[in-house]
């Protein structure tokens, strides 16, 4: 590839691509660092990716690209200290606990995620980081308890592979005909049941159980 052509291509890609910034920046807006500057961190990343990306390796360009976007914004963290909370997380922590000692006095149990994201209008992914802000921090070198070494280890999900995961997931959605689109929205971000997606669609619940089944499974292989 000539000089040009693969400055040309580093254009194409980049361009294409910049969603995926957007995407991984939003995993961190509120923690400390103006979203600007996590954007900017990101197209750094996303500059490098497209680089050094070699299409011939067989990987799609996303599934490459996201941990160098990811690894450049962490290094605005390393450089720039601790990882804040902001006020507003902290107000709905608040809020949250509020809500699950009402409802916990009322139904006799704990509220699951999801009833707790409705009681306070806020997303899931949402309630879940404000709840883990309400929980006392962790010593990962406690010299207390049984643990060998004193040292605990804490399994967490790696935030490339979940991002990858839901832009594979957003890929798959896409080629979706639009009222099968629908019907997986409904049934799966908005939790609708069979009988409320049916209505939703004009079909009987028995059309979209059948349907529903045979779409996950096509999803299934192409992920």
């Known amino acids: 590839m000539t000089t040009d052509a693969a400055v040309s291509e580093v254009n194409r890609l980049a361009e294409e691509n910049l969603g995926l ?28 990716a497209s680089k050094a990306f070699d299409k011939d390796r067989g990987v799609r360009f996303s599934t490459y690209a996201v941990p160098v976007i990811l690894g450049e914004i962490k290094r605005l ?84 592979v979940m991002i990858a995961d839901k832009l594979s997931l957003r890929q798959v959605m896409s080629e979706l005909e639009p009222r099968d689109r629908k019907l997986i929205y409904l049934r799966y971000f908005q939790n609708k049941t069979q009988t409320e997606v049916a209505a939703a669609l004009g079909m009987t619940q028995v059309q979209v159980s059948r349907r529903e089944k045979k779409l996950l499974l096509s999803m299934r292989e192409k992920l």
């Open 77 to 160: 963290f390393r450089d720039g200290g601790a990882v804040k909370v902001s006020r507003s997380l902290k107000e709905l922590s608040v809020k949250i606990a509020r809500c699950r000692d009402s409802f916990a006095a009322a139904e006799g149990r704990e509220p699951t995620v999801g009833e707790l994201s409705r009681l306070v209008g806020e997303s899931c992914e949402t309630v879940v980081e404000a709840l883990n802000i309400s929980q006392p921090p962790i010593s990962l070198t406690d010299s207390g308890g049984d643990t060998e070494c004193g040292q605990i280890d804490i399994p967490i999900p790696a935030p490339d």
């Open 21 to 48: 910034v957007h995407l991984c920046a939003n995993r961190f807006r509120g923690k400390g660092i103006e979203y600007d500057d996590l954007f900017g961190a990101g197209c750094i990343g996303l500059i490098k």
